[in-house]
């Protein structure tokens, strides 16, 4: 007999209201899975859901995490740009304390894999901020003790940020304009990747998890995420 929602684990979502979050909140709604699917955000999400599984919490995001009961996968798609977000203190804040604290409260709530989405070029040694930045966040997710680890490391994205109500970033926007004609031409590993080809494989990726961490390439996810 299938198991009542109520009966199942929750999967986490942080970060939906983003290119890939989104993406993620759809694959995820449209998998069929039984598990209820809470989304964590700053302020209630554009466009309602209605789906029994699917409840929207509002608040301090690593507060809702600690406070989320039965939680089993996490996915965490935060993130920001040293543009929108002013300052490399202020980039810091989200992308590296942000994301580490809501993983972290998570695995304190039960919490045993989680799925996050990094960089291509994340390196804490990097002499690229942004990109030692990401590094360093991977590393401290590495120290957390989660069972599974899937660490997503997109090139550029291909999406429509406009329609999220978000700054479109001019790499990506060069990308969808002139690299998408000629995309296959350009190596897999640096080749844009559309934001529902990263979602579909975190989650393949994160279902069919060893223990460990399994660290996506553009070109893996571009492979299992079709």
Known sequence: MAARAADSPTVVLAGASGLIGRALLDVLLASGRRERIAVLARRPLAGGRSDPRLSVRTGELVALAAETPDVRDVYIALGTTIKVAGSEAAFRAVDFDLVVGVARAARSAGARRLAVVSALGASARSSIFYNRVKGEAEDALKTLGYESLVIAQPSLLLGDRAAL????????????????????WIPAAVRPIAATTVARAMVAALEQSAPGTRVLSSAEMQRIGR
């Not at 109500?165 to 296959?184: D, I, Y």
């Open 165 to 184: 109500g978000q700054p479109t970033r001019s790499g990506e926007l060069f990308a969808a304009r002139f690299v998408a004609p000629v995309m296959s």
